[in-house]
């Protein structure tokens, strides 16, 4: 089993930053093996997929509405992959969760594991 634990949320007003974290663990992690991505939900709305990293970090993958503001990052040493969040805005309220899986993919179903989620919330 894999457990993946978020933290990082917050409130913050627009135009500022915040950097979130998702730390991997259990017997069967392999960070080079596996890709971590990040989706978010929004009150009312379906899980979007927001950015994605393959276990070698060589391959970063945006959504078009985040690209040029966020930037997704790993540390295999620590089992850890972040996103930067720069530039937030309004529209980026919602509740952020972490997924694992193989192979990197945009589409929630293909994760077998998820994060509790961390809120974050950018007021006007």
């Known amino acids: 089993q894999v457990q993946l634990a978020e933290s990082g949320g917050g409130l913050v007003q627009a135009g500022g930053s915040l950097r979130l974290s998702c730390a991997a663990s259990?017997?069967?992690?392999?960070?080079?093996?596996?890709?971590m991505s990040w989706f978010r939900q929004a009150p009312g709305k379906e899980r979007e997929f927001v950015s994605s990293?393959?276990?070698?970090?060589?391959?970063?993958y945006y959504a078009d509405s985040v690209k040029g503001r966020f930037t997704i990052s790993r540390d295999n040493a620590k089992n850890t992959v972040y996103l930067q969040m720069n530039s937030l805005k309004p529209e980026d309220t919602a509740v952020y969760y972490c997924?694992?899986?193989?192979?990197?993919?945009?589409?929630?179903?293909?994760?077998?594991?998820w994060g509790q989620g961390t809120q974050v919330t950018v007021s006007s």
């Open positions: 997924a694992a899986g193989v192979p990197v993919s945009a589409a929630p179903w293909d994760y077998n594991y």
């Open positions: 259990g017997r069967t992690f392999n960070s080079y093996a596996m890709a």
């Open positions: 990293i393959r276990g070698s970090g060589g391959s970063t």
